[in-house]
């Protein structure tokens, strides 16, 4: 857990500042809007097979483990107190089977959109970290550098490409939502959010995202409010071990 982040983003150009998170929302607001605040929920999937196997897994599924059904089920009994006004998640089976889970016996109807999706690592999909290695040198580790946004792995898509599908989706997601407000959950992937979070806020990196951990944005009147990043006391506060 990273702790609470209070930065209020001026609709991605690029400067943030810290805002006192003691004064309700509204008084910080300039513009008379009848929107009402979106709070978005970012949830990563539990833990799969290639996660504990250290195969590269992005647009390639691979099944929850049994620990990742527990991270799941507990990141779900964590945010049992918040009422949720809808749910949408990556079409990956991974984040449908979290989701799933994490809602539990809600009567509340998981919404796919494959805009959800991990980044697509191309030629370098379901490998072993050490074939790609041996194959490809050091590309994950200048990928992961996020020194250039551009790049991308061999038939693979490059960070601006995954801030773009993603950020389309949310912002439909925002648009059905701000005219009555409330909380959404999104279930997702840790680069897709990690990225999103990155590019929106204008970061120069993020930081890693556990299985299950939560990151939570508000919106209101064009604005952005960073809430959380990476949280797992969602998830931890229950936790079945």
Known sequence: MLGVFNYKLLE???????????????????????EKEVKLYFVRHGETHFNVERRLQGFCDSPLTDKGIEQAKSVGIGLSDIEFKAVYASE??????????AIGH????????????????????????????????????????LND??????????YLQ??????????????????KGGNVLVFSHGVTIGNYLMQLAKMSGYPHHD??????????NGEFYVDRIADTSFRDKYYLK
Do not use: W
């Open 12 to 34: 991605r150009c690029g400067k943030i500042h810290f805002i006192n998170p003691f004064i309700p929302i509204q008084s910080r607001c300039l513009r008379v809007s009848s």
């Open 92 to 101: 990956s089976q991974r984040v449908v089977d979290t989701a799933r889970h």
């Open 106 to 145: 809600r009567n509340i109807p998981i919404i796919t959109d494959p805009r959800l999706k991990e980044m697509n690592f191309g030629v370098l999909e379901s490998l072993f970290q050490k074939e790609i290695l041996a194959q490809y040198g050091n590309i994950l580790e200048t990928l992961f550098s």
């Open 149 to 158: 946004l551009n790049m991308s792995a061999p038939e693979g898509e490059s």
């Open 162 to 179: 995954l801030f773009s599908r993603t950020s389309s989706a949310i912002d439909e997601i925002i648009h059905k939502h701000k005219n």
């Open 211 to 220: 299985n299950c951990s939560v990151s939570v944005i508000n919106y209101l």
